[in-house]
């Protein structure tokens, strides 16, 4: 899916009486279908307060985000509500796993919530846990895992679930270098061969030169 990020403008109010303080100024980009895009920036720059606008958990002030020709931004909340689950994939640096579910289960719970069998969504699940090398720990439980693993994981369920847009924050910050570069030529490869807008915050080099655009956010502003 096509989007697009028209002008977004984005300020903070340190206290009730204090000016507002900008946090994004002016940024505006679009993004291809199957095309994906790095954001990095130091910390405190707007990385996160974006993508948080992007997928609709937070507003801006100004400005509009497009999906294809959908202007989301003016959805009302339960409509973008609706619209993320259908889709976007959120990817968090917390990873967000349920601690008494199993892996397997983890990836096919949201799945199962979106309306689809629990055969589709096992099979759906598998085929992504593949992907991120981690078919070997179907019936781990979640608390058993390391950080790198339980990263894999959350990569593993925001591919099955089939979005049209993934966000990732720092997807590889818990990753060796050799998993890292599996896991994102993989993430990279499905993305484009399924039409999948990809937007990943990060640092990390091997992830910036495996993505069609680099961008750097300092002060709120893309340079
Ligand atoms: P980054 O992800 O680049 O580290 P953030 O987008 O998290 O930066 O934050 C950008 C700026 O906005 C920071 O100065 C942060 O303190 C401020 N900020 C973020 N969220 C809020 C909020 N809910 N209320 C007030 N200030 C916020």
Redesign the pocket.
């Known amino acids: 899916m096509k989007m697009s990020c028209r002008n977004i403008f984005k300020s903070?109010q340190d206290s009730l009486d204090s000016v507002g303080r900008d946090?994004l100024r002016d940024i505006s980009f679009t993004l291809d279908s199957g095309n994906s895009l790095s954001i990095s920036?130091p910390?405190?720059?707007?990385?996160?307060?974006l993508l948080n606008i992007i997928s609709g958990l937070d507003d801006a002030d100004t400005g509009d985000i497009y999906f294809d020709n959908l202007c989301f931004s003016s959805l009302t909340n339960s409509e973008k509500t609706k619209f993320r689950l259908q889709n976007i994939s959120l990817v968090f640096q917390s990873f967000n796993l349920l601690k008494d579910f199993n892996v397997l289960e983890n990836i096919m719970l949201p799945l199962i919530y979106k309306g689809l069998s629990k055969k589709d969504s096992k099979e759906y699940a598998i085929s992504a846990l593949d992907s991120v090398d981690l078919s070997n720990f179907k019936l781990s439980s979640v608390n058993t895992l390391s950080g790198g693993e339980a990263q894999r994981v959350g990569i593993a369920r925001a591919l099955a679930t089939n979005a049209k847009i993934i966000l990732a924050d720092e997807p590889t910050g818990n990753l060796d270098k050799d998993t890292s570069n599996l896991i994102i030529n993989n993430l990279v490869d499905i993305c484009r061969e399924n039409k999948i807008s990809l937007i990943i915050v990060s640092h990390d080099d091997t992830v910036l030169s495996k993505l069609n655009t680099n961008r750097k956010?300092i002060d709120g502003k893309f340079i």
């Open positions: 903070y946090v920036g910390s405190g720059a707007g990385k996160s307060t956010i």
